[in-house]
C-alpha cells in the first residue's frame, strides 16, 4: 500500500497550488479520501475529505470556499485545488485513505498515509 503526496512548494501570499495523492496496492475507489496538514508545534489537524464515489465533501471551517477536494479514480489520485492561501495554511500536507463513509475527519478513521508534501505561503 503506498500514497504518493506531491504538488507542495513555496507559494506567495493569495496564491495557489494543486496537491496530488497517488494511490497503489489497494482499491481506491471503495475508500473516502482525505487530506490533513501539521503545521510545526501544531497538531495534525483535518483539511478536507471526499468520499469513495466523489459524492460529498467536506471541509474543515478554516478552508471552505477556498480549499477543494477532488479524486480521478482512473488515475487513482485524489487532488486539492488551495486557492486564496495565507500564512496559516503554511504546513505539511498529508492525505489519506479511509474505509468510512462520510464525515471521517479523525486521524484514527484513518488505514493509510502518505509521506506529506509541505507547503510554504510567503508574505
Known amino acids: 500500500v503506498q500514497l504518493q503526496a506531491s504538488g507542495g512548494g513555496l507559494v506567495q501570499y493569495g496564491g495557489s497550488l494543486r496537491l496530488s495523492c497517488t494511490a497503489s496496492?489497494?482499491?481506491?475507489?471503495?475508500?473516502?479520501m482525505g487530506w490533513f496538514r501539521q503545521a510545526s508545534g501544531k497538531e495534525r489537524e483535518f483539511v478536507a475529505l471526499?468520499?469513495?464515489?466523489?459524492?460529498?465533501?467536506y471541509y474543515a471551517d478554516s478552508v471552505k470556499g477556498r480549499f477543494t477536494i477532488s479524486r480521478e479514480s482512473a488515475k487513482n489520485t485524489a487532488y486539492l485545488q488551495m486557492n486564496s492561501l495565507n500564512s496559516e495554511d503554511t504546513a505539511v500536507y498529508y492525505c489519506?485513505?479511509?474505509?468510512?463513509?462520510?464525515?471521517?475527519?479523525?486521524?484514527?478513521?484513518?488505514?493509510?498515509w502518505g509521506q506529506g508534501t509541505e507547503v510554504t505561503v510567503s508574505s
Open positions: 489519506g485513505a479511509t474505509p468510512l463513509g462520510g464525515g471521517a475527519i479523525k486521524r484514527y478513521e484513518y488505514n493509510f
Open positions: 496496492g489497494f482499491t481506491f475507489s471503495r475508500y473516502g
Open positions: 471526499i468520499s469513495w464515489n466523489g459524492a460529498t465533501t
